[in-house]
Nanobody, 120 residues
Framework: QVQLVESGGGLVQPGESLRLSCAAS????????MGWYRQAPGKQRELVAI???????DYVDSVKGRFTISRDNAKNTVYLQMNSLKPEDTAVYHC??????????????WGQGTQVTVSS
């Protein structure tokens, strides 16, 4: 059974930084992408950052220049470095892994979520 274990969330003041991590365990094959989504109260879930299997990254416009997604393949871990945090970054952040095995279509795995609160 695949598990995605997230850590690194917390309460910070505007302008401060956090680094989220997501460690994948269990049997996971044919990873297509790893990414971070977030959902704030009253808003729809949105894709924040994604890294494809080949290393290409993309970000939602609101975090470009502030957030960086990276991975450590040896540890099966994906990170989200969040700098210059703003109150509008407050949300529950979820790790996501998409797989595409030869015997299946795309399948999503989700972490439990970690709360990020940016407030003065």
């Amino acid at each position: 059974q695949v598990q995605l274990v997230e850590s690194g969330g917390g309460l910070v003041q505007p302008g401060e930084s956090l680094r989220l991590s997501c460690a994948a365990s269990g049997s996971i094959f044919s990873i297509y992408s790893m990414g971070w989504y977030r959902q704030a109260p009253g808003k729809q879930r949105e894709l924040v950052a994604i890294i494809l299997s080949g290393g290409t990254t993309d970000y939602v416009d609101s975090v470009k220049g502030r957030f960086t997604i990276s991975r450590d393949n040896a540890k099966n871990t994906v990170y989200l470095q969040m700098n210059s945090l703003k109150p509008e970054d407050t949300a529950v952040y979820h790790c996501n892994v998409k797989t595409k095995p030869a015997w299946s279509g795309l399948y999503d795995y989700w972490g439990q979520g970690t709360q990020v609160t940016v407030s003065s």
